[in-house]
Protein backbone atom coordinates (compact mmCIF):
# COMPACT_ATOMS: atom_id res chain seq x y z
CA UNK A 1 0.00 0.00 0.00
CA UNK A 2 1.27 3.56 -0.75
CA UNK A 3 1.02 6.00 1.74
CA UNK A 4 -0.92 9.05 1.10
CA UNK A 5 0.87 12.15 1.86
CA UNK A 6 -1.02 15.62 2.29
CA UNK A 7 0.25 19.31 1.98
CA UNK A 8 -0.32 20.18 5.78
CA UNK A 9 2.49 22.93 5.76
CA UNK A 10 1.15 24.95 2.39
CA UNK A 11 -3.08 23.76 2.73
CA UNK A 12 -5.15 27.33 2.61
CA UNK A 13 -8.07 26.70 4.74
CA UNK A 14 -11.35 27.69 2.84
CA UNK A 15 -13.02 30.96 4.68
CA UNK A 16 -16.12 32.66 4.18
CA UNK A 17 -17.67 35.62 5.97
CA UNK A 18 -20.73 33.71 7.52
CA UNK A 19 -19.48 32.16 11.01
CA UNK A 20 -20.09 28.29 10.47
CA UNK A 21 -21.08 28.21 14.16
CA UNK A 22 -24.08 30.37 14.38
CA UNK A 23 -25.12 32.41 17.84
CA UNK A 24 -27.68 29.05 18.30
CA UNK A 25 -25.51 26.54 17.83
CA UNK A 26 -22.80 28.43 20.07
CA UNK A 27 -25.24 29.03 22.98
CA UNK A 28 -26.19 25.35 22.65
CA UNK A 29 -22.37 24.26 22.92
CA UNK A 30 -21.97 26.58 25.63
CA UNK A 31 -25.38 25.70 27.73
CA UNK A 32 -25.91 22.05 26.91
CA UNK A 33 -23.08 19.94 26.15
CA UNK A 34 -20.10 21.60 27.37
CA UNK A 35 -21.51 21.59 31.14
CA UNK A 36 -21.29 17.85 30.75
CA UNK A 37 -18.11 17.55 30.69
CA UNK A 38 -15.24 18.42 33.19
CA UNK A 39 -12.97 18.92 30.18
CA UNK A 40 -13.43 20.72 27.22
CA UNK A 41 -11.83 18.19 25.18
CA UNK A 42 -15.30 15.80 26.32
CA UNK A 43 -17.19 18.65 24.58
CA UNK A 44 -15.39 17.76 20.66
CA UNK A 45 -17.10 14.75 19.69
CA UNK A 46 -20.64 15.98 20.52
CA UNK A 47 -20.02 19.43 19.03
CA UNK A 48 -18.72 17.82 15.86
CA UNK A 49 -22.15 16.00 15.55
CA UNK A 50 -24.07 18.91 16.17
CA UNK A 51 -21.96 20.75 13.47
CA UNK A 52 -22.32 17.81 11.12
CA UNK A 53 -26.09 17.58 11.85
CA UNK A 54 -26.31 21.13 10.47
CA UNK A 55 -24.05 21.82 7.64
CA UNK A 56 -23.76 18.03 6.59
CA UNK A 57 -20.39 18.05 6.96
CA UNK A 58 -17.68 19.78 9.09
CA UNK A 59 -15.69 22.45 6.97
CA UNK A 60 -12.15 23.71 8.22
CA UNK A 61 -13.26 26.66 9.19
CA UNK A 62 -16.06 25.51 11.43
CA UNK A 63 -13.40 23.48 13.72
CA UNK A 64 -11.22 26.61 14.15
CA UNK A 65 -14.36 28.58 15.39
CA UNK A 66 -14.84 25.41 17.38
CA UNK A 67 -11.98 25.52 18.81
CA UNK A 68 -12.08 29.07 20.12
CA UNK A 69 -15.57 28.56 21.53
CA UNK A 70 -13.56 25.62 23.47
CA UNK A 71 -10.37 27.32 24.17
CA UNK A 72 -8.49 24.19 22.60
CA UNK A 73 -6.23 24.21 19.43
CA UNK A 74 -7.61 23.75 16.18
CA UNK A 75 -5.43 20.57 16.00
CA UNK A 76 -7.26 18.85 18.69
CA UNK A 77 -10.07 19.36 16.64
CA UNK A 78 -9.03 18.17 13.32
CA UNK A 79 -7.33 15.21 15.45
CA UNK A 80 -10.67 13.67 16.90
CA UNK A 81 -12.51 15.57 12.84
CA UNK A 82 -10.33 12.85 11.19
CA UNK A 83 -9.72 10.33 13.16
CA UNK A 84 -13.52 8.80 13.26
CA UNK A 85 -14.94 8.01 9.35
CA UNK A 86 -18.55 9.43 11.03
CA UNK A 87 -17.42 12.91 10.66
CA UNK A 88 -16.92 14.25 6.88
CA UNK A 89 -14.57 16.70 6.30
CA UNK A 90 -15.73 17.45 2.64
CA UNK A 91 -19.37 17.76 1.72
CA UNK A 92 -21.14 14.53 0.79
CA UNK A 93 -23.63 13.08 -1.27
CA UNK A 94 -27.92 13.17 0.06
CA UNK A 95 -27.39 9.39 0.27
CA UNK A 96 -24.12 8.35 1.82
CA UNK A 97 -23.63 4.54 1.31
CA UNK A 98 -20.84 3.20 3.44
CA UNK A 99 -19.59 0.02 3.29
CA UNK A 100 -18.00 -2.09 5.92
CA UNK A 101 -14.73 -3.48 4.82
CA UNK A 102 -13.58 -5.20 7.88
CA UNK A 103 -12.61 -8.87 8.08
CA UNK A 104 -16.03 -10.25 8.68
CA UNK A 105 -18.09 -8.48 5.85
CA UNK A 106 -14.85 -8.94 3.90
CA UNK A 107 -15.45 -12.47 4.08
CA UNK A 108 -19.04 -12.08 3.38
CA UNK A 109 -18.94 -10.63 0.12
CA UNK A 110 -18.09 -6.76 1.21
CA UNK A 111 -16.26 -6.35 -2.04
CA UNK A 112 -19.09 -7.22 -4.27
CA UNK A 113 -21.03 -4.70 -2.80
CA UNK A 114 -18.60 -1.95 -3.15
CA UNK A 115 -17.95 -2.95 -7.11
CA UNK A 116 -21.94 -3.18 -7.59
CA UNK A 117 -21.75 1.00 -6.38
CA UNK A 118 -18.45 1.79 -8.11
CA UNK A 119 -19.95 0.51 -11.35
CA UNK A 120 -23.19 1.95 -11.13
CA UNK A 121 -22.90 5.34 -10.32
CA UNK A 122 -19.49 5.40 -11.93
CA UNK A 123 -17.45 6.61 -8.22
CA UNK A 124 -14.85 5.11 -6.44
CA UNK A 125 -14.99 4.47 -2.42
CA UNK A 126 -14.69 8.26 -1.35
CA UNK A 127 -16.05 9.79 -3.99
CA UNK A 128 -19.26 11.67 -4.48
CA UNK A 129 -21.88 11.29 -8.24
CA UNK A 130 -21.55 14.58 -9.62
CA UNK A 131 -25.55 15.20 -9.31
CA UNK A 132 -24.52 15.37 -5.41
CA UNK A 133 -26.90 12.41 -4.65
CA UNK A 134 -24.80 9.82 -3.51
CA UNK A 135 -21.26 9.15 -2.04
CA UNK A 136 -19.56 5.64 -1.71
CA UNK A 137 -17.22 5.29 1.20
CA UNK A 138 -16.06 2.20 3.10
CA UNK A 139 -15.95 1.66 6.36
CA UNK A 140 -14.34 -0.22 9.74
CA UNK A 141 -16.39 -2.61 11.79
CA UNK A 142 -19.90 -0.93 12.05
CA UNK A 143 -20.48 -3.96 14.98
CA UNK A 144 -22.33 -6.36 13.70
CA UNK A 145 -20.33 -8.81 12.48
CA UNK A 146 -22.80 -11.72 13.12
CA UNK A 147 -24.78 -10.23 10.20
CA UNK A 148 -22.44 -9.19 7.87
CA UNK A 149 -22.09 -8.02 5.24
CA UNK A 150 -23.59 -4.64 6.21
CA UNK A 151 -23.33 -1.14 5.67
CA UNK A 152 -24.58 2.48 7.03
CA UNK A 153 -26.71 4.12 4.45
CA UNK A 154 -26.72 7.78 6.38
CA UNK A 155 -28.08 6.87 9.95
CA UNK A 156 -29.63 3.65 9.14
CA UNK A 157 -27.39 -0.04 9.33
CA UNK A 158 -28.46 -2.66 6.59
CA UNK A 159 -27.33 -6.22 7.87
CA UNK A 160 -27.17 -9.48 5.60
CA UNK A 161 -27.10 -6.77 2.81
CA UNK A 162 -27.78 -8.27 -0.53
CA UNK A 163 -26.93 -6.63 -4.32
CA UNK A 164 -30.54 -6.82 -4.83
CA UNK A 165 -31.64 -4.20 -1.82
CA UNK A 166 -28.89 -2.23 -2.79
CA UNK A 167 -30.24 -1.61 -6.60
CA UNK A 168 -33.42 -0.80 -4.79
CA UNK A 169 -31.32 2.17 -2.40
CA UNK A 170 -29.60 3.02 -5.38
CA UNK A 171 -33.41 3.41 -7.50
CA UNK A 172 -33.98 6.01 -4.57
CA UNK A 173 -36.61 3.38 -3.32
CA UNK A 174 -37.31 3.84 1.06
CA UNK A 175 -36.38 0.32 2.01
CA UNK A 176 -36.09 -0.69 5.77
CA UNK A 177 -32.96 -1.77 7.42
S1 LIG B 1 -16.75 -6.66 10.10
FE1 LIG B 1 -18.45 -5.67 9.22
S2 LIG B 1 -19.70 -5.28 10.91
FE2 LIG B 1 -17.94 -6.15 11.81
Redesign the pocket.
Known sequence: MAWKTKPSGSFEIPRRDTPWITESMATEIREKIMPRYEKSMGSIMPSLHAIQHEHGYIAYQAMIELATLLGLKPADILDTASFYEEFHLEPVGKCVIGI?Q?????MCG?QALVDYVRNRLDIEPHETTDDGKFTLLTLE?????DT???ALVNDDRFDNLTLEQLGRILDGEQITS
Open positions: CSVACEHCLGACAPC
